[in-house]
Each structure stands twice: as C-alpha cells, then as structure tokens.
C-alpha cells in the first residue's frame, strides 16, 4: 500500500534567518517551492552559519533533507 505523501510546501525566505541570506537576490517575501529551497541550501551550504540557525529554521532543513535529499544534504 503506497503511504500518503504531504504535497510540497512553500516556504518564504523572510521566515527563516540563514534562507533569507541565501535568497539575497530575490524577493524574500516570495515563497519558494521546497524542492528550490532545498537546493538553495545544499548549493550553499558553506555560507550558513549553523551556530545560528534558529531551531525552526534546523528543523526545516532536516525536514527538506529527508524529502529531498535521501536523508543527506551533499553541501
């Protein structure tokens, strides 16, 4: 039997101190699907300064890793 699968969410930037960095060149108030900012993180991962990520903000991008990245962010 196939499990159910939440439908990607959109995430804004602006809620989220490191993505808001990352996203420097677009509109953070605009959301993004999960699959970008999945991939907005692991490009840069070297730029996010994890001694500040928000304990929200850590649980979005472990979340994002499991969905998108296998359970491994390659950054």
Do not use: C, K, S
């Not at 907005?40 to 994890?50: I, S, T």
């Not at 979005?60 to 998108?68: A, F, G, P, Q």
């Amino acid at each position: 039997m196939a499990q159910d699968i939440a439908p990607p969410a959109l995430i804004i930037p602006a809620e989220y101190p490191e993505l808001r960095l990352l996203a420097w060149n677009r509109d953070p108030a605009r959301p993004l699907p999960e699959a970008e900012v999945f991939a907005l993180y692991e490009a840069n991962w070297r730029h996010v300064d994890q001694d500040r990520l928000t304990p929200r903000e850590r649980a979005l991008i472990d979340r994002l890793t499991r969905r998108w990245g296998a359970g491994r962010m390659l950054g």
